[in-house]
């Protein structure tokens, strides 16, 4: 092995045992090294770019959500739908592997690392992979799917928009590159799977009912497997490092959202077939007061009524149930009912 210099110690003798060890220290860093150089980056650019990727970052996460639910009301129902499910299996499938690697933060791995701005405040969750980048992925990706032969432009840019919200985890200092990568992977194997399973299964109800079966048993396979493992209990200064139960939350959304999903979807299929009112003057209005109030229930309503009387993993997770029963199934048919009797009216 090349001699290789001790640069935890520089006064310390260099053997052949020291430089092995310092050499896959050394590697195993490198990741932290890309972030630190990062920031030495963000720091010289004197935090001009930091706004401008930091709001990649939030609208992956904060607003990019809704859009599955404005294609299913109003623009595309089929691939709505498609969108609104390979968005939540990713989300469940990302909040899995988190609690199954259990990958410390970056400035939890070294206090050199520091974060621009409120990211990190805003993160949450173990890092390994990146929730930004796995929802980026799910929803950017498959939209870029839907439009490639016919808007090519835009699903270039959707394509782009996936690698610039990865991007933006690294630059701001909240995740390392293979966090990033690992979310972008996963949830192209959700989409690829998704897709697979529509092109085998069609029309055929009785399979889409064994899946929805399947679907409640993972749910329930999954609450168990995350409330009973064990975790990592690392402790500083008397002080828990991470608080495993902290770290439930979003995988507990997640599990509740598909669940959510899986009775909607379920319901739509049996009970409420949902068409899109092509050509209702009021479609719009009701597509935007949609968003507006699936926006409020997600930041406002659903911890504010569950969380309080449930706890926080239960309460969190029932309210994700309802916030599927909401975009699937019950504004859907508010919007037939409000759009029906405007037809009627200019009839």
């Not at 859009?67 to 623009?75: A, D, N």
């Not at 782009?160 to 690992?182: A, C, E, K, Y």
Request: glycine share 6%; proline share 4%.
């Amino acid at each position: 092995m090349f001699p290789i210099k001790n640069w935890h110690n520089p006064e310390e003798p260099v053997n052949n045992a020291n430089q092995d060890r310092r050499y896959k220290s050394f590697l195993m860093d490198i990741d932290l090294q890309y972030l630190l150089f990062l920031q030495q980056l963000r720091m010289l650019l004197g935090g001009h770019l930091d706004e401008i990727f930091n709001g990649i970052s939030k609208f992956a996460v904060d607003f990019l959500p809704f859009l599955p639910y404005v294609i299913f009301w109003s623009v595309h129902r089929k691939w709505g739908y498609r969108l609104i499910s390979i968005y939540i299996t990713s989300c469940v499938v990302n909040g899995l592997i988190k609690l199954t690697v259990c990958t410390y933060r970056p400035w939890i791995r070294s206090d050199l690392v520091e974060p621009a701005g409120d990211s990190k405040v805003a993160a949450t969750g173990y890092s390994f992979p990146s929730g930004h980048s796995t929802e980026a992925a799910a929803v950017y990706g498959t939209t870029a799917i839907w439009q490639r032969n016919t808007r090519r432009s835009l699903s270039v840019f959707c394509v782009i928009m996936v690698f610039l919200t990865g991007f933006s985890r690294n630059f701001l200092g909240v995740h390392t590159p293979q966090d990033v990568f690992v979310g972008i992977i996963s949830s192209s194997l959700v989409i690829f799977l998704v897709l697979w399973i529509e092109q085998k299964i069609g029309n055929n109800a009785k399979a889409y009912d064994w899946l929805t079966l399947a679907g409640i048993l993972v749910v329930i396979i999954s609450i168990i497997y995350i409330t009973t493992k064990s975790y990592p209990m690392d402790y500083v200064d008397g002080k828990l490092l991470v608080d495993p139960l902290v770290m439930m939350t979003d995988t507990f959304k997640s599990l509740g959202c598909f669940t959510g999903f899986l009775i909607a979807s379920w319901l739509e299929r049996h009970k409420w077939h949902y068409e899109i009112p092509v050509g209702s003057t009021k479609l719009p209005l009701m597509t935007g007061l949609g968003v507006l109030i699936l926006m409020a229930w997600r930041n406002i309503f659903s911890a504010a009524i569950f969380v309080h009387f449930f706890g926080r993993n239960a309460g969190n997770f029932i309210g994700w149930v309802v916030f599927s029963l909401i975009g699937i199934l019950f504004w859907p048919m508010l919007i037939t009912k409000v759009c029906r009797e405007d037809k009627t009216k200019n009839d």
